[in-house]
């Protein structure tokens, strides 16, 4: 009736419009929110936690309609409180956001690299327009999805039962990132993975090296990356790294492809930012993956002219839909602001990372050591830092510390050698340059020098 009376007396109510339109944003922007808390349910914690985040969006969503019946003064109370908290919230996450991209070293801004800014379905498009046969990179972490029961499985599928390919498109050129200003293309090896055509076939393996992006080498040059640098000293050297990959997809790979290939050394790197914390939490839900725990395989070598046909539908499917990046960057970007995770992180709440799994990891790596010592190999975890163990600084630096002293433990008691670049990133003159622009990346080729340099030392002590 309020309403009434003072449109009657003053015309339209321009403030009492604003709060509406403000509490129905809101309960817009939640209904949006938990559309991702779907999308990323697989990456959520278990718990209490995990169903505070996925009910929140929808409670605040249900609280602001109902609000939209209040009085007037009510409204344009709650939609002031509102606008304040979200100012004040995603304000602070998007400075501290600026700032982690911003570092600086020894007072030396820095500056964006001038370079290609294509997208990758624009660097796609170019190469066929060239002739040239150009899929993008296919990561197997990234194209797993939910079954109704929470569990995971792969969307492609050959003679009728979904596979989970463990590498790309065979024998095309691969498109895969741009951190320094140029994109990273190669082109893939017979089962889509970052070798020279012809490793599979060579009579003895001196190297295999498992890993995610940092082993796969992004985003340098081949020959610059420490895999290259490890083939130019060991040209038998096989690399079945692929972004994404955590240590049950690494597992899984060791078991489908090395024993009959029965490498000299196996070199399990392992990334310290999120191959227990996020990777693992996934692929456990993954009942494809977990059959490496039981020694079972998909016979990928027997069907894979057959796979590699459903992988390039696969890749084609997306590329039609716009989707030429089939990882995780984009939506975990979204999703990272959403939350507001670098806030989280600075305040030091609760995130997905704080539960590892260590028996599983202890089981895989001891798996994984029987595998290998049992065809005459030696496996060997290569532990790779990460910005902020690097830096010895901020606000992950315990969580950080925690996961190294977990992995050296279940290494030690396994009795599996460890290369440690923790001590070799913290001693150099210029951390910042080892990695991509200056920023929490991937590798620089500095670093990825680093890498190999220290690898290769130890590999040449050995007997």
Known sequence: MGDILIRRRHGPDWPSRLARITLATGAIAALLGFALVLRARDHLPDGTLGLVIRTMPLAVAGFLTLSLALPRGARLQLAIILVAMAAGLWGAEGFLAWKSGTVQNDGRAISDVVGDSRTKLQVITALRAQGRDAYPALFPAYILRPNADGSLASPIVVDGKPILPLGGAANVETVVCNENGNWLVYTADERGFANPKGTWSQPGLDLALMGDSFAQGYCVEPDQSFAGRLRARYPATLNLAMSGNGPLIELAALVEYLPERKPREVLWFFCEGN?????????????????????????????????????????????????????????????????????????????????????????????????????????????????????????????????????????????????????????????????????????????????????????????
């Open 275 to 463: 191959d227990i914390p996020e990777n693992l939490a996934v692929e456990r839900r993954a009942e494809v993956l977990l059959r490496a725990l039981d020694g079972g395989s998909q016979g990928l070598d027997a069907i894979y002219p057959e796979l590699d046909t459903s992988v390039r539908a696969y890749l084609e499917r997306m590329l039609a839909k716009g989707e030429a990046s089939v990882d995780a960057g984009p939506m975990q970007t979204v999703i990272g602001i959403f939350t507001l995770s670098h806030l989280r992180i600075a305040l030091r709440l609760p995130t997905a990372s704080d539960k590892p799994d260590w028996p599983l990891f202890e089981r895989i790596m001891s798996i994984a050591h029987e595998r290998t010592t049992g065809w005459g190999g030696r496996l060997t975890l290569v532990y790779l830092p990460g910005w902020t163990t690097a830096m010895g600084a901020g606000a992950q630096l315990a969580e950080q510390r925690a996961i190294h002293d977990g992995v050296a433990a279940t290494v030690q008691r396994l009795g599996i050698p460890m290369i440690d670049l923790t001590p070799r990133f913290a001693a150099h003159a210029d951390k910042t340059a080892l990695f991509a622009r200056r920023r929490p990346n991937h590798y620089s080729e500095t670093g990825h020098a680093l890498v190999a340099e220290a690898v290769l030392e130890d590999l040449e002590k050995r007997p």
